[in-house]
């Protein structure tokens, strides 16, 4: 874990929004392209959960709570992975990993910190 560095979190009042990012400067561009991506968040006494994930040629999953207020994209060419969360609420409240996994390699960030004032 600590091969991605996030960048984005912070404090934001409920109703705000957020835009997350996740470069991935040591995975070269071909292995990259074909990599399942996504989101993971972890809050104080409770498990890390997948928040959202995609992969190049299939569907995208969001955990039911999100839906309809985040979205995980990715920019292939600069080998980097965003989640843009809007209308946020107190309860995604959490610290959000970025991770990249190549099928040879599984990279993970250190977290970002995401807290939300209601």
């Known amino acids: 874990q600590g091969q991605l560095m996030e960048s984005g979190g912070g404090l934001v009042q409920a109703g705000g929004s957020l835009l997350l990012s996740c470069p991935a400067s040591?995975?070269?561009?071909?292995?990259?392209?074909?990599?399942?991506l996504a989101w993971y968040r972890q809050a104080p006494g409770q498990q890390r959960e997948l928040v959202a994930s995609t992969r190049s040629g299939t569907s995208t999953y969001y955990t039911d709570s999100v839906k309809d207020r985040f979205v995980i994209s990715r920019d292939n060419a600069r080998k980097m992975v965003y989640l843009q969360m809007n209308n946020l609420r107190a309860e995604d409240t959490a610290v959000y990993f970025c991770n990249v996994n190549t099928g040879h390699t599984d990279d993970w960030g250190q977290g970002t910190q995401v807290t939300v004032s209601s």
């Open positions: 040591r995975i070269i561009t071909s292995s990259f392209t074909v990599s399942t």
